[in-house]
């Protein structure tokens, strides 16, 4: 496998895939490779595959471990794909790393044992030094997922400087969405030599000012050029309007619901259990006045 450059060195603009899926569940590969293409061609360098916005909790191993090689069959390079991870078995998330890693891809988003809630830094860290020591020592381009609100539990500047001293060639970054600012500053101060990723994009540019590598956004999905104007440092008013109506909704299947009105195709707003479509007319409404005004940016963008 040849070795990747650091991850630090490539990446601005990472997109979290929304997952299409038909009627019965099944994902569509080729709609997926399609919108990983167009994204691409909008300026992402990484696709992110079965992370939280493509609702990869609710996706069995088998077809999580299915992405790198159904895009590839479809144009989409490994070196252009990261792979969500997740356990909560250490064994097992050793094993997909190491998958990931086997078919070329940038890197792996390891998300956090998240069953066991208020477990404390010690216990985290010997959760992912059994993953890592699992891999192997030739693993590499690992990043760590921050995401309190649905884990329980927070990866903290202290717990990433622990686990990047005992395994550096291991540990690339963090993705912060936690929405915590202050958290995110914590980060920087301590880590801006690492891919330090921000999931909230409101504070996107804020954060690039101060040394963040960029972002891994669901919103990348329906705007990449306002996220790629936001991963440049720039600030702009825009995101504020789109988070401020859409955090008021289910947000995975508000983005999906979006999506489908950008692309005229309904299917897009299908999700998985347990989640649920978006169905009332007045927040199908929201959705559609977002995909209405993200459009008109987005074609406006060179």
């Not at 019965?24 to 079965?50: C, D, K, M, P, Y």
């Not at 895009?71 to 969500?84: D, M, T, Y």
């Not at 395994?167 to 801006?192: C, M, N, Y």
């Not at 669901?218 to 050029?225: L, Y």
Request: some cysteine; charged content about 20%; overall charge negative.
């Amino acid at each position: 496998m040849a070795k990747l450059p650091p991850l630090r060195e490539r990446l601005g603009v990472g997109a979290a895939l929304t997952t299409p899926f038909d009627v019965n569940g099944a994902v569509r590969w080729q709609t997926l490779a399609e919108h990983a293409a167009l994204l691409i061609e909008a300026g992402v360098s990484i696709v992110t595959a079965f992370g939280t916005t493509g609702e990869g909790a609710s996706v069995d191993r088998a077809r999580r471990a299915a992405a790198v090689e159904e895009l590839s069959h479809r144009g989409i390079a490994p070196a252009n794909i990261a792979q969500c991870v997740y356990g909560p078995a250490a064994k097992e998330a050793a094993h997909d790393i190491r998958t990931a890693m086997d078919q070329g891809c940038a890197a792996t988003l390891l998300v956090p044992p998240f069953y066991f809630k208020s477990v404390s830094d010690e216990g985290l860290y010997r959760w992912h030094a059994e993953v890592f020591e699992s891999v192997g020592a030739d693993a590499g381009n690992v990043i760590l997922y921050n995401i309190p609100s649905l884990t329980g539990v927070t990866i903290g500047a202290a717990l990433v400087g622990r686990l990047r001293r005992a395994f550096p060639q291991i540990v690339a970054g963090v993705k912060d969405s936690s929405g915590d600012w202050q958290h995110t500053t914590e980060l920087l101060a301590e880590h801006r030599d690492l891919a330090i990723l921000v999931g909230h994009e409101g504070h996107l540019a804020r954060a690039v000012q101060r040394g963040a590598s960029g972002a891994i956004s669901g919103i990348a999905n329906v705007a990449p050029r306002l996220v790629a104007s936001l991963a440049a440092g720039r600030e702009n008013p825009l995101i504020d309007w789109v988070l401020e109506r859409l955090l008021r909704l289910p947000v995975v299947p508000a983005l999906k619901a979006v999506l489908a009105a950008q692309r005229f195709d309904h299917s897009w707003a299908n999700v998985l259990a347990p989640l649920e479509p978006i169905a009332e007319a007045a927040e199908s409404e929201v959705c559609k006045e977002i995909a209405t005004r993200l459009g008109k940016y987005e074609q406006s963008e060179p």
